[in-house]
């Protein structure tokens, strides 16, 4: 059961903050920003209370093998994949939602923060981090921890779900009876908010990524040709969902290293090709959201017919998704303006609240 903060926007739970009046509370508002942050497996997002939303960095780091230095961070480590020399290591700190390297995450927030605001002396922010629903008690200490390591004086965790409404715009009681489905770069979170907060949810390892790895191994077994994650994922990108809605052929180009000669080449994939590779994966998802319906109040069911499937994350954009959700799951579906900001951006609605709040950071000690 998560630990995080359920924020209800019309009256924001109270729970006095005991630093509120601490010195280093006091020190730390000069000059300071309250940011919302969305950590995720391709891209972190932050939203800061006096500039909004900021370009979004990949959740790359780029590290040396011997001797540990961090060398880039964020999308110019991203384009260092593949061009570097084997003692530089390009990773992602996150997999699957989650955490797995805690000093590598600690360093991309750090940056790019730094990066953002010029970090001053005195500069101690304070943070709204969005967590998954459900988040174990190690992930949430690392989350913290990446927190303490950007100086903040005081940090809330905020489900996913409730960051989105918020992201959203939608007001407390509009929130009854939707259903979010959040396919990002490392998970699909699924969720039913009421006016009390997240009533089901469901979380699973299907993913951009996972599709992205299924076109990469379609493209080398069909074609005999290797391609790398970046040249996959611009093909899913290009071909999508549709296939299953009109049947019409679509083309993408990719270049990639034949199997058989060694030598480079360019070769033209199938929309049908892409939909053998993501359909497995796409299925999952429908299941996990009939899943999710099934164990729903019923007294939610028909507000969620009429407002439909809110789809956010950046796999929510994969053409066709959206039609191809409706026609299976019989509910409309809609993408959600600017899919892969709207944690990011309500992390950044909630920092209004942020006194309101109880720190997280308290429970590190
Ligand atoms: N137009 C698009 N069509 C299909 N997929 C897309 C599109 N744009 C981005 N994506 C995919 O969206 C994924 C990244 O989404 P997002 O930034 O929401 O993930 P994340 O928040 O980092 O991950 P998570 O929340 O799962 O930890 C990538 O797999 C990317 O390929």
Redesign the pocket.
């Known amino acids: 059961m998560s630990e995080s903060t359920g924020i209800n926007q019309s009256s924001p739970k109270i729970s006095r903050l005991s630093s509120q009046n601490s010195l280093l509370d006091w020190i730390g508002s000069f000059g300071s920003e309250d940011i919302g942050v ?1 950590i ?4 972190i997002v932050l939203f800061m209370k006096h500039k909004g939303l900021v370009f ?1 960095e990949a ?1 790359v780091i780029a590290r040396n093998r011997m001797s540990g230095e961090y060398l880039a961070y964020g999308t110019r480590a991203e384009e260092m994949e593949g061009k570097t020399p084997s003692e530089i290591v390009i990773s992602r700190p ?1 997999k699957e ?1 989650a955490i797995v390297d805690y000093n590598g995450t600690a360093f991309l927030l750090n940056s790019i923060v730094n990066k953002s605001y010029l970090k001053g002396m005195f500069f101690h922010p304070r943070l709204i981090m969005c967590v998954p629903k459900g988040i174990n008690s190690v992930q949430r200490r690392a989350l913290l921890e990446a927190a303490v390591a950007v100086g903040a004086r005081k940090t809330v965790l905020i489900d996913q779900p409730l960051a989105a409404v918020m992201g959203m715009g939608l007001e407390n009681h509009q929130q009854e009876g939707t259903m979010i489905v ?6 699909t ?1 699924i969720s039913v908010l009421s006016k009390k907060g997240i009533v089901v949810s469901h979380f699973s390892t299907e ?3 996972t ?2 790895t299924a076109v990469l191994n379609t493209v080398r077994d069909r074609y005999h040709i290797r391609i790398g994650r970046k040249e996959a ?1 611009s093909l ?2 290009a071909l ?1 969902a549709s296939w299953d809605l009109d049947r019409q052929p679509r083309i993408a180009e990719t270049s990639g290293l034949s199997i058989v000669s060694g030598l480079p080449v360019k070769i033209a994939v199938t929309s049908e090709d892409i939909a053998g590779a993501i359909n497995p994966i796409l299925y999952k998802i429908f299941t996990h959201i009939r899943d999710v319906l099934q164990r729903t109040p019923p007294a939610l069911l028909a507000s969620i017919r009429e407002n439909g499937i809110m789809m956010i ?3 929510s ?3 066709g998704m959206d039609d191809l959700i409706s026609k299976v799951i019989g509910v409309p579906a809609r993408v959600a303006d600017r ?2 900001y709207v ?1 990011a951006v309500g992390a950044g609605s909630a920092l209004n609240y942020i006194n309101d709040f109880r720190d997280s950071l308290q429970d590190l000690h």
């Open positions: 969305d995720g497996t391709s891209n979004p959740s996150m939602s959040d396919i990002g770069g490392g998970s979170k993913s951009g990524s599709m992205d994922e899913k990108i999508g994350g950046g796999a954009q994969l053409k899919p892969s944690n």
